[in-house]
RNA sequence: GGCGUCUUGGCCGAGUGGCUAGGCAGGGCUCUGCAAAAGCUCGUACAGCGGUUCGAAUCCGCUAGACGCCU
């Protein structure tokens, strides 16, 4: 019996991902792992651009507002809970569509992260104490002692970063380097990648519209409901901060609808930037007919 | 037509003879559980031409453009 392929489709914000995932899941006859990490909360729908309720009914979805924003959620959980996913799907499909703009979802999936245990939230918080009562030096400091090789790897100027290998060894007493193996993951399945793409003045101006859309769908009324909530790790999302900021008086509604903007248009140049450096993708302008990427999707799985 | 003021990188903006402000926008990049996050990094521009000077964005002249006032 041959692999089952998992069909993956990435792509800057806004190019088309949803669509294009939605015709070749259709012509298929299969469904859809959405790899999106803010698609995931039931609680936003407006900002985060999930598919319409026509889309959804078109092709059946997984991973979309599944979850609430109360929930911890995070690149491990997924992996697990998608590759599982994508063996019961490929029981009775030959082909299954992935789509999704974060670059680090979308690998995990498909080439695997190594192992971490599970460490306490309690000491991620401590570790942001630290940060913030004594500065990054205390952490960099911490890191050279506990673990010099990750050290010496590591962008030593990212909190984000320190702090990971940080409870790892706190809550291991192992060094965060020890536990990468670095081996290339088999999986059961193919893999085909599409990326989606498009002139950059382009991108920005779907940005920009897309932008204008929300706002006149509501995206102001759907913010001000999870306001309160500004700190859960979810709301750390382009469209809500910069509401959040405006409601707080920080912002005026221009600015904030055009910080919106330009923080959207900076995402899908590090979106670009992540997916550039992967040779696996095969790039289609997103005018592309459905048909010529199908046709590319059925002979790059036929070999 | 006359007189005066102004002209700095995509934008804003400091700088009044030597030591290449700064901000914004934009570009490039990093990335193994916060990832729509977090972080790193990139600009020798002074309207044009000529002159003074060892040296000019800074001084002088002419030209062009903008603005203002006068006739």
Redesign the pocket.
């Known amino acids: 019996m041959p692999k089952p392929t998992l069909i993956c489709i990435v792509g800057p ?1 806004a190019i088309g991902k949803t669509t294009l995932s939605i015709a070749i899941a259709n012509a298929l006859e299969t469904e859809i792992i959405s790899a ?4 995931f909360y039931k609680e936003m729908s407006i ?3 999930v598919p319409s309720s026509e889309e959804l009914a078109a092709v059946p979805h997984h991973f979309i507002q599944d979850r609430s924003i109360f929930d911890t ?5 997924f ?1 697990r809970d998608a590759l599982r996913k994508l063996e019961a799907l490929f029981s009775r499909h030959e082909y299954v569509v992935m789509v999704g ?5 979308v690998d995990a999936v498909l080439k695997g ?4 245990p ?2 306490d939230p309690g000491i ?1 918080e401590a ?2 104490e630290k940060l913030d009562a004594e500065g990054i030096e205390t952490l960099q400091q911490e890191l050279q002692e506990a673990d010099p090789t990750h050290y010496e ?3 030593v ?5 320190l ?2 290998a940080l409870e790892i060894y706190r809550a291991t007493g192992k060094p965060y380097s020890s536990f ?3 081996a290339t993951t088999q999986r059961s399945f193919n893999t085909v990648l599409i990326g989606l793409t498009a002139d ?1 003045e382009i991108v ?1 101006e779907r940005i920009n519209k897309r932008v204008d859309i929300m706002i006149e769908q509501g995206l102001i009324e759907e913010a001000r409901t999870l306001h309160q909530h500004l700190d859960l ?2 709301l ?4 809500y901060r910069e509401l959040f900021a405006y409601f707080d008086g920080t912002l005026s509604k221009d600015e904030a609808i055009s910080e919106i903007k ?6 899908a ?6 997916f ?2 992967n040779p696996d993708i095969q790039w289609f302008d997103h005018s592309t007919a459905v048909a010529t990427i199908l046709e590319f999707i059925k002979t790059k799985s036929a070999q």
Not at 101 to 105: A, E, I, M, N, T
Request: zero cysteines.
């Open positions: 914000t999106d990490s803010r698609q900002g985060t651009a959620y995070s690149v491990g959980d992996e703009g974060s670059g680090l979802y992260l190594d192992h971490f599970k460490v991620r570790l942001n790897r590591v962008d100027q990212n909190p984000h970063r702090i990971r990468l193996k670095s950059r920005y790790n979810a750390q999302t382009v469209g330009k923080n959207t248009r900076r995402f140049k590090r979106q670009g930037t992540w550039r450096k």
